[in-house]
């Protein structure tokens, strides 16, 4: 009996052992416990199981009881909140339930080599420590050979911009420039640094402590590109400024990107009608809240759905019953009957069509600044040539065809009312105010405007004074 007490004992410590420790080998000492105590229950179980069956008073069929295990222990209750049950226990987390297993898993099923790598007990290295490990020492080995080829080139170019992740914490995202030596160019990601803080003087410590970490000397940079906000390109303590005065051959130039973003932004808050009409179709169409040049595909996606979503708006209107939601309804549905809201929506695709094509161009990484500067120029050029009056004309035509064959809804144009000038703006009886007389003459005005406003602020957005010395550069070759 002691030994038979003895062996018992030994088993649950195995078991206990064996829960805390899956991954543990159980020693010769506790497999021989439990194979004892195995061995003594079932012989007990067969010796009642005999007695039971010659008994001739009995009448009930007795079945042989298995070998009674060790308790297994329980897992620590957790409480979580007033709504969880007391004694909640919680899955157990393994590396058996990672996602990272159990797609090797399903991998596994089309190749044995993963199957047998799997079957292994020990140095699988699948366990999440030494993924990581792994993913770092590849990442290294890839930063090392950016450095080397960037070192073998000498000269290259800064590239950064701020950005926030998830948790609302800024990052600074660094990009290096180069171009090897068979003239072909490269645009290499090295990295993620956070911004405790988003000063200039952060961002330029920053900056150096990314290019010291990966052996590159500030005095080789002949380059650095940002966006055009104060901290980056302020006159006094800007980012730039502070760069080039340690290396004053780090010419800044203002993000291309960021550039006809800012450009096209200004040009279309400078006209009312395209500027209602992005306010209006922006609860229609989802755009992006930082970008300009990426609108004028959804604005054709409003004219081509235009009546369909006057159908939506009445249906609507019918069925809600939150007065609030119906009054928007109402003042939007309103708005896109007005010939105003649907001049602006062409004109504004007619102009944002040739700007996104622009901003495609310049995220190339195989152009250079002069070529990107003149890819700016055609755009101006081709706008230029759009403003005269057989352009008009034939916009004119076309728009007002759309809108008699294919929206029908839409009003008809009308003449601005007009209204006397007040006697501080004439000089004597001649009236210097312009009045159009009719309906075609008043949205010509507005389309030479907006074409004016575009020109003119990409012609000064892309006029950057450190680009002239690239463009002198370019000449020697």
């Keep these: 009996m002691a030994s038979r007490k003895n062996n018992q004992e030994t088993s649950k410590q195995s078991t206990l052992l064996r829960w805390v420790r899956p991954d543990r080998e159980p020693s010769k000492t506790e497999n021989r416990g439990e ?49 969880q049950p007391k004694n909640f226990k919680f899955p157990q987390r393994t590396e058996i339930n990672s996602n990272f297993y159990q797609l090797l898993k399903l991998r596994s099923e089309e190749n044995p080599e993963i199957s047998e790598w799997l079957s292994r007990r020990t140095e699988k290295y699948t366990s999440p420590m030494i993924q990581n490990e792994m993913l770092e020492v590849l990442a290294l080995g890839v930063l090392r050979e950016i450095s080397e080829n960037i070192q073998n080139a000498k000269f290259f170019t800064i590239m950064a911009d701020e950005t926030a992740d998830v948790s609302i914490k800024e990052q600074l995202v660094v990009c290096i420039r180069w171009v090897d030596d068979k003239f072909v160019i490269h645009e290499d990601f090295i990295g993620m640094w956070p911004l405790p803080r988003t000063t200039a003087d952060q961002i330029v410590g920053t900056l150096r402590e990314a290019l010291q970490q990966m052996n590159l000397d500030i005095q080789n940079a002949r380059g650095q590109c940002y966006d055009g906000a104060a901290t980056m390109a302020g006159e006094k303590t800007g980012v730039a400024t502070q760069i080039k ?26 006209v009312k009608c395209m500027s209602d009409a992005l306010d209006t179709s922006r609860g229609v169409h989802a755009f992006c809240p930082t970008r300009w040049t990426v609108r004028g595909e959804a604005l054709a996606s409003v004219l081509n759905n235009h009546d369909e979503l006057m159908e939506l708006w009445d249906w609507s209107l019918d069925v809600l019953k939150d007065t609030e939601m119906k009054s928007r309804i109402n003042g939007v549905k309103s708005m896109m009957t007005k010939f105003s809201f649907y001049f602006g929506c062409c004109l504004g695709e007619k102009i944002l069509r040739q700007t996104d094509n622009l901003s495609r161009a310049l995220q190339s990484s195989s152009i250079s600044a002069a070529q990107g500067n003149k890819l700016a120029v055609d755009v101006v050029k081709t706008l230029k040539t759009d403003r005269s009056d ?68 990409i012609t000064a957005r892309f006029d950057q004074k450190d680009f002239k010395v690239y463009m002198n550069l370019k000449s020697f070759f």
């Design 245 to 270: 005065s340690v290396n004053g051959k780090c010419l800044y130039t203002h993000c291309y990107g960021h550039a006809l973003n800012l450009a096209v932004a200004d040009a279309i808050k400078s």
């Design 390 to 457: 057989e352009s008009f004309d034939l916009f004119w035509a076309r728009i007002k065809q759309r809108k008699d064959k294919e929206i029908e809804s839409i009003e008809d144009p009308v003449p601005p009312r007009k209204r006397k000038v007040p006697s501080r703006f004439e000089l004597g009886q001649q009236q210097t105010h312009y009045f159009p007389q009719t309906a075609k003459d008043h949205y010509k005005q507005i389309y030479f405007e907006a074409i004016d406003f575009a020109t003119t602020a």
């Design 35 to 83: 194979q004892a105590v195995l061995e003594e229950t079932s012989q007990e179980s067969d010796e009642q199981a005999a007695g039971t069956s010659n008994s001739s008073n009995s009448n009930i069929n007795t079945t042989p009881q298995g070998p009674e295990l060790p308790p297994t222990p329980d897992l620590p209750s957790v409480s979580k909140g007033p709504n």
